[in-house]
């Protein structure tokens, strides 16, 4: 039974909020604070606390960023106080984790009078950051995929390619921080399988450097797009999902559903600082699957009326060697009263992708239907029994303190072939000795 984490984001999603969960969840702090100190990356210290939400006890995570490097230090509160509205107080406005596509160069002008330049990363430069992390590949691979899924959105959102998208030094550190953050803390807790609940976003714009943008966010509506993320729009004002958030989401997905029944481990929330109505907190909860997998069967269907014969059994041959339990056709009359083959496939769900790539690439279907099955199934174990034949293989099924024999085909063939026996005398002679077999 495996361990899933589930991401509930009912309040949307953003990377302080995912830090602040999973370290809730259990995930090691100074792991996490060893990591990010092994980057080299200053400019920036982090707030680890505890905040009420709606009477809720929540972890608060935060970055907070130094301006320019003189000691200058504000909260960055992008997650929910809206990071393009900010002013700072010396007048110029600051550009965080959502708009961090932008072609060039910006100064400051600081009470002092002085302007300040700031440089720019590109993805390549992110990449080299990454890379002096000290911890695993899986968490720099994580990273990695997380960063280019941001590039990737805000290269279509501007009209760039990628390696022209450049992250703003301040905006591009909190960010840099989450992302890993996120990485290091999921490899901490060990899951592999996440599902990712629909995001719920708010509706209305914000201010950016670009402008007046709508919400979603271009670059967070792209992430949607290409990944398959499902949204659901609520009343609430401004942006809930931000473009790490959506990229957080996509790149730890690997379950589209949570199984049908399963064990709460632990529960895990994340503070937000923007009021809404309901709880303003990402909520990750570590499950334990409660199904037995040998008990739980998908069935995959599809019907088939424009396939050859050869081509169905090629596709039979090709998804029992790739380890589905059954395959089968049934007759059937389709539209247009056309003669057809329904193709039912009962497989693990790990072995769903693998079905449906033999399915569709083999035959004509363009589409699958599936679906969840119980089973209840024998316990069972291979013996081998000495016969006058020489030695079968029988299969042996126990239930309710009974148990039934059953001669493997391939024994009794190779009987027949071999020896010239019928098939009826081999099977009844073998069936009888595994049942004297075991009788004591």
Excluded at 131 to 156: C, G, P
Excluded at 371 to 376: A, K, L
Aim: overall charge negative; some cysteine; proline content about 2%.
């Amino acid at each position: 039974m495996g361990k899933i984490l589930y991401l509930e984001c009912n309040s949307g999603i953003s990377g302080d909020m995912t830090v602040g969960a999973l370290l809730d969840l259990g995930a090691d702090r100074q792991v996490l604070e060893n990591a990010l100190e092994s980057l080299g990356v200053d400019g920036y210290h982090l707030h680890f606390g505890r905040k009420v939400v709606c009477g809720l006890d929540a972890f608060d995570f935060d970055v907070h960023l130094e301006a320019d490097g003189y000691g200058h230090s504000h909260a960055h509160t992008h997650r929910r106080e809206d990071a393009y509205e900010r002013v700072d107080s010396y007048e110029h406005s600051e550009v965080h984790e959502h708009c961090h596509g932008h072609k060039h160069e910006r100064s400051h002008e600081h009470e002092d009078g002085h302007s300040h330049s700031h440089t720019h990363r590109n993805l390549h430069d992110i990449y080299h950051i990454i890379d002096h992390l000290d911890s695993n590949e899986r968490v720099k691979e994580m990273a990695r995929t997380m960063f280019r899924i941001v590039a990737e959105a805000e290269s279509k959102a501007h009209g760039l390619p990628v390696e022209q998208v450049h992250f703003h030094e301040v905006g591009a550190i909190d960010s840099i921080v989450d992302i890993i953050s996120v990485a290091v803390c999921m490899d901490n807790l060990g899951v592999e399988d996440v599902v990712v609940s629909a995001l719920s976003e708010g509706h209305g714009h914000v201010r950016c450097q670009h402008g007046v943008l709508p919400v979603p966010v271009p670059a967070t509506a792209n992430i949607a797009s290409s990944y398959g993320l499902k949204l659901h729009f609520t009343d609430n004002d401004g942006e809930m999902v931000t473009p790490t958030g959506a990229a957080i989401a996509a790149a730890l997905r690997t379950k589209d559903r949570l199984p049908a029944s399963c064990r709460l481990l632990k529960i895990g929330m994340g503070a937000g600082n923007k009021v809404f109505k309901q709880a303003n907190v990402l909520r990750a909860m570590l499950l334990e699957n409660s199904q037995d997998e040998d008990h739980t069967m998908w069935v995959l269907e599809t019907n088939l009326d424009d396939c050859t014969g050869e081509m169905l059994g090629l596709t039979m041959e090709m998804l029992l060697d790739a380890g589905a339990a059954d395959v089968w056709y049934t007759p059937i009359h389709m539209k247009k009263n056309r003669p057809a083959y329904m193709m039912s496939v009962l497989c693990r769900e790990s072995s769903i992708e693998a079905m449906e790539e033999i399915i569709l690439t083999q035959t004509t279907t363009i589409g699958i239907r599936r679906y969840p099955t119980e089973r209840t199934v024998l316990e069972r174990s291979e013996i081998q029994v000495e016969t006058s034949y020489g030695p079968a293989d029988v299969k042996m099924c126990a239930y309710k303190g009974r148990k039934f024999f059953y001669p493997e085909y391939e024994s009794i063939r190779r009987i027949c072939m071999e020896q010239g026996a019928d098939f009826q005398t081999a099977y009844h002679q073998v069936r009888r000795k595994a049942e004297e077999s075991r009788q004591d």
